[in-house]
């Protein structure tokens, strides 16, 4: 599986634009890139997904460069609640191909400061 | 509609003793996964079922066990609990086994502490 890696922390101010970068220089050519966020005590929540160029959706964009071993997921205008941590994931089927494992790093925290 | 919903939601159990944790995924999705996730670490995978059968597994000892009932809700089983158990127990579903671009949907999980 491709390794990720993304700071461990970020501070930003609400209203302003978050950017997280990931770096997966490993990237096989079937693996997606897949951002969760998780606020303390609960499950991950799903944000955003792509393969290639740009994606966006009503909370999110990712911009994935050509040659796909990085990715950045954007937020824009952030708020206190979006004050949690951030993962990047890439690779969905473990090398076997018998199971569907989602493999987490140590994630960004991002702090939202009034 | 319900989301994927664990129980019991905090657990405190002693060293050496067993525990269940249960889950039951959203209306329809077919495979459940396990998650342990330590305070300040990402969610490690332990578990994966899919109608029913393993279909993948973690880098978990033998203590920890899990099944899925034909209503594909979930048990996760661990035996001989150590301290080092103690987290926070996730489970999620998908509707389907294999599709990369399926979304994971994780329930609240539940905290176990062990003493």
């Known amino acids: 599986l491709a390794k990720t890696t993304q700071p461990i922390s970020m501070d930003s101010y609400e209203g302003q634009e978050v950017n997280i970068t990931c770096s997966h220089n490993?990237?096989?050519?079937?693996?997606?890139i897949t951002w969760y966020q998780q606020f303390p005590s609960q499950g991950p929540r799903f944000i955003i997904q792509g393969y290639k160029t740009k994606v966006t959706n009503e909370v999110a964009s990712l911009f994935i460069p050509a040659d796909r071993k990085s990715s950045t997921l954007s937020l824009p205008r952030v708020s206190l609640s979006d004050t949690a941590v951030y993962y990047c994931?890439?690779?969905?089927?473990?090398?076997?191909?018998?199971?569907?494992?989602?493999?987490f790093g140590s994630g960004t925290q991002l702090t939202v400061l009034p | 509609d319900a989301g994927v919903t664990q129980s019991p939601t905090h657990l405190i159990k002693t060293r050496g003793q067993h525990v269940t944790l249960r889950c039951s995924p959203i209306?329809?999705?077919?495979?459940v996964s396990w998650y342990q996730q330590v305070l300040g670490q990402g969610p490690q995978f332990i578990f994966q079922?899919?109608?029913?059968?393993?279909?993948g597994r973690g880098n978990f000892p033998d203590r920890f066990s899990a099944r899925q009932f034909p209503n594909y809700s979930s048990e996760l089983n661990v035996n001989a609990l150590l301290l080092g158990d103690s987290a926070l127990y996730l489970c999620?579903?998908?509707?389907?086994?294999?599709?990369?671009?399926?979304?994971?949907?994780f329930g609240q999980g539940t905290r176990l502490t062990v003493v």
């Open positions: 209306s329809g999705h077919k495979s």
């Open positions: 079922y899919y109608e029913k059968e393993e279909r």
């Open positions: 994931l890439v690779g969905l089927l473990i090398s076997s191909g018998s199971a569907r494992q989602l493999t």
């Open positions: 490993n990237i096989a050519t079937n693996d997606y």
């Open positions: 999620a579903s998908t509707f389907s086994r294999f599709e990369p671009n399926t979304e994971a949907f």
